[in-house]
């Protein structure tokens, strides 16, 4: 696995950040530019997610409250500004933030807990390099150089505590894994996988990055995988290589698990 993954870093002209991890023992088992940070794009949303479920948690909040959007709230990339949708559920909300990657229902969500919240959630759950600037479509603070950042070692961190389920109330928890298991962007870890796995994860994608991150669930194993590639010159290749990367690893934990039965 390592010498086919190392292989194809070393072909691509963009730089990779990865990890493979068993979420039971907690053990790397590759790691390939884990530390730096960098443009987070989407999968910012993940630790959003588990914000603001927290907050909703901390001041007993029913996930089914309604909230008011207002038009001037809807930003491009949005199944809400589509519909003109003027009121959604904190639940719709956070679904839609993580299935479709809705970036209004991310940037209600962010006005509803507070940016400084969201910060101070992300150090206190152990996430360092971790951190929101702007909102989505924020492109003047873009242009400004103010974006929001993580590390692979951040979501490694982050999909460990998910697996485990120790971050929240129990069925928030849960809830958390379903959101992310109905994920609808395929285009990168699953894109070469044609077997009947579960997939949790989240993706993320601006001109010059795209990631995909999240947990594998397998009838013989689970692990984690995370793909961050910056530097990225043409997206549908650098999704290509994120699914090839994927393939290898995922034929290898396979093999492996067999070879042990």
């Known amino acids: 696995m390592e010498n086919q993954i190392q292989h194809l870093i070393q072909k691509t002209p ?3 950040h990865l990890f493979v991890k068993n979420p039971k023992t907690e053990q790397f088992l590759f790691s390939h530019q884990i530390e730096e940070s960098f443009s987070s794009a989407s999968i910012i949303k993940v630790p959003i997610l588990l914000a603001v479920l927290a907050y909703i948690e901390k001041h007993n909040i029913s996930l089914h409250s309604s909230l008011t959007i207002a038009p001037a709230d809807w930003v491009d990339f949005s199944v809400l500004r589509e519909q003109r949708m003027t009121q959604s559920t904190l639940y719709e909300l956070l679904v839609w933030m993580i299935i479709t990657s809705d970036n209004t229902a991310t940037n209600v969500l962010i006005d509803v ?3 400084e919240f969201l ?7 152990g996430l360092k390099e971790t951190m929101l600037q702007r909102k989505m479509m924020d492109v003047e603070r873009l242009a400004m150089g103010v974006d929001n950042f993580t590390s692979a070692r951040d979501m490694a961190h982050l999909f460990t505590r998910i697996y485990q389920q120790d971050l929240l109330a129990s069925p928030y928890n849960g809830l958390v894994i379903d959101i992310l298991s109905r994920q609808r962007a395929h285009e990168g870890l699953k894109r070469y996988l044609v077997d009947d796995i579960k997939l949790a994860h989240k993706t993320g994608g601006l001109d010059t990055v795209d990631h995909d991150v999240g947990i594998v669930y397998s009838s013989s194993v689970d692990y984690m995988i995370g793909v961050f590639i910056t530097n990225v010159t043409e997206n549908d290749l650098a999704r290509q290589l994120i699914g090839r990367l994927s393939k290898v690893v995922y ?3 396979m ?7």
């Open 113 to 115: 807990v507070g940016m």
């Open 119 to 125: 910060n101070d959630y992300f150090r206190q759950i």
């Open 255 to 261: 093999k492996q698990r067999e070879e042990q039965q």
């Open 251 to 253: 034929d290898h934990m």
């Open 14 to 16: 963009y730089k990779v």
